[in-house]
DNA sequence: TTGCACAATGGCAACGTTAACATTTGGGTG
DNA sequence: CACCCAAATGTTAACGTTGCCATTGTGCAA
């Protein structure tokens, strides 16, 4: 067993250099106020011992620690991967690194993700939000310490950023109506979910603004069982030409529904699901769905902390469109 | 525009408490031998002041981060999102942070993941490897780093862990087998994936090690799509009776590709994939298959790095198995 | 020769925390 | 009443880095 190697300093490699501290530190930045061969000399000690700069000294000394801290009541979840992604992207861009951390979610509040925080080397932090905080209307972030929360709802002290779950609905129904239907019926998902309660308001308000009374929904809880049921719940309504589902999954589930009763899609009636995530797992449907970018919302979050160009200072909000992507369960019925 | 509020020190909790800094250091470890009265009173001063302790000020003391560093060369992949969920899991139980890196896959280096790791707040750090990488057989660990590969393959450095895919192979293969089955025709995925090439490998050799010949596979990609062209292309092969996919989606979109050439699944054909991905996206169709613990591999490297009973010291390799999920899409053909 | 600008490098202090050691206080024992 | 022990608290120094300012060296114009 190798005894513990202390770890090398600045002060190592300056005295093997034969050169001060400064001079290493300038090294290491690059700065051009060192002769090259004095650079190239340090360069040589660095990597004779190993040196590599330590993140604590240097982050006490600058008080920033380019990192910034995730917080997620839930890891799994649709798009928290894609999001993820974004984060990393982003972070990367700016030099900082990110930091994970799940938080417990009893009690589901921002002050205990925000608490969690508060003793990591973050210079900001991020909050998935996939239910109601019960401290939502109260929370103050912690001072000095940039909040971005992931939510359609806004803030008055923190920015936010989502995918913009009303509209998506509104480019669906429309979409829908656009193409010759009468009314657009709808499976809905968990009341506790804030996007999925938002897709629901977005299917209501644009029936509504067309001046269609919605019909009865049919409540879902995200599986493709669930859309089964309703599939086939919906099939013996003689209305019932167009169907939006809350997820894929559901919308998936909703057609096999339907053709166990006889009904075929998109002949019969066209559904059309969101998020996109069949693309390679069902090999017989092309689903007419909504596209999220779920990496873009995540690369802003970070922009914001980080402080990238085209994302101000001060509290901002954000909502991205998704992208309708037409398949073949959806026929023109004009 | 408010001033800029300089961050508050044990300095100024103490002072504004009476005491000394030290006093305030204990006060925030709980230290037994500090007065309760005395306590009560330097934490009233902390509320008062917004205290937070310094990570930096306390890693550079302490010569330790409490963080482990995750580099993934993509952040999308199948159980991702689990084996973070097990690396948050772990890294809570010790107190330990998780900083999520994406490391530049060109060039594919275990060397390009542990330079960039290198700069970071970390003590350890796991990288997850999809692909071999060029520099597999000649990497060195950076010193003091303790780093722990997910992968199958051992390496002479660090340790390793990762699902096992041979005895996933061997599970499955030897199951249909045991239904009766006289040989079992297998979907393989592309053959860069280090996983898929070691689900092969146990598929053939355990046919082998049954005296069986393995028949000629078909290469997939691991779509549905190239699952359904499998399974039309098998269809038509009397001795195919029982076929194991590499993954779920394949699986599934045989199923439909031998049922578009009127082979119906389980009576005909037998079909098994592996990783349970289709559980609420499919509603008509109980796929047998193997499901992992990604979250349990998560938990083990973090484990390993943060010290955890259970992990030895040095360096040790464990592979997981998985446990084989009997659904609706084999038949005994006995 | 002197003075001066500028390039290259060095010395020092401070960032916030805490381990190790030092000191004070109060209470009990001989 | 001197003594000692333990509890409670204080003092000092060091972790590694880098901003600021000081110093040295070099070439060139006056």
């Known amino acids: 067993m190798a005894a513990v190697k202390k770890s090398v300093s600045v002060k190592d490699v300056a005295r093997l250099a034969g050169v001060s501290e400064q001079t290493v530190s300038r090294t290491v930045h690059d700065s051009p106020s060192v002769r090259p061969e004095t650079k190239e000399r340090v360069r040589a000690a660095m990597r004779e011992l190993g ?9 006490l000394r600058r008080g920033k620690f380019k990192t910034v801290g995730v917080a997620m009541f839930s890891i799994t979840g649709t798009g928290n991967l894609d999001r993820m992604e974004g984060f990393a992207a982003a972070a990367d861009k700016h030099g900082y690194a990110i930091t994970l951390t799940k938080v417990d979610g009893h009690p589901y509040t921002l002050e205990s993700a ?59 129904v429309e979409y829908l109506l656009g ?15 804030l996007s999925g309660m938002r897709r629901e308001e977005g299917w209501r308000e644009t029936l509504r603004a067309h001046g269609i009374e919605p019909p009865q929904l049919v409540r879902g809880d995200w599986t493709a069982q669930s859309g089964y049921a309703a599939g086939q719940a ?36 066209s559904v059309v699901g969101v998020d996109d995530s069949l693309g390679d797992i069902v090999p017989d449907c092309r689903l007419t769905t909504v596209r999220f970018d779920n990496k873009r919302v995540g690369m802003w979050a970070v922009d914001k902390i980080a402080g990238a160009e085209g994302v101000g200072p001060g509290v901002e909000h954000m909502l991205f469109p998704g992208v309708l ?10």
């Open 234 to 269: 919906l099939a013996d309504d003689p209305t019932c030409t167009a169907i939006y589902a809350s997820n894929d999954a559901m919308a998936y589930g909703c057609i096999r529904g339907l053709e166990s009763r006889g009904k075929h899609v998109p002949e019969d009636v």
């Open 114 to 172: 925000s608490s969690r925080m508060s003793a990591l080397p973050v210079d900001g932090m991020v909050v998935i939000m996939n239910r109601m905080p019960a401290d939502f209307g109260t929370f103050e972030p912690l001072p000095g310490m940039q909040t971005v929360l992931v939510t359609m709802l806004e803030h008055p002290l923190c920015s936010t950023v989502d995918n913009d779950q009303f509209d998506c609905s509104r480019q669906v």
């Open 51 to 59: 040196y590599r700069p330590n993140f604590a000294g240097r982050s």
């Open 325 to 334: 992507v037409e398949g073949d369960t959806v026929r023109d019925v004009r």
């Open 179 to 193: 193409q010759g239907h009468k009314t657009v019926h709808f499976i809905s998902c968990p009341e506790r979910s």
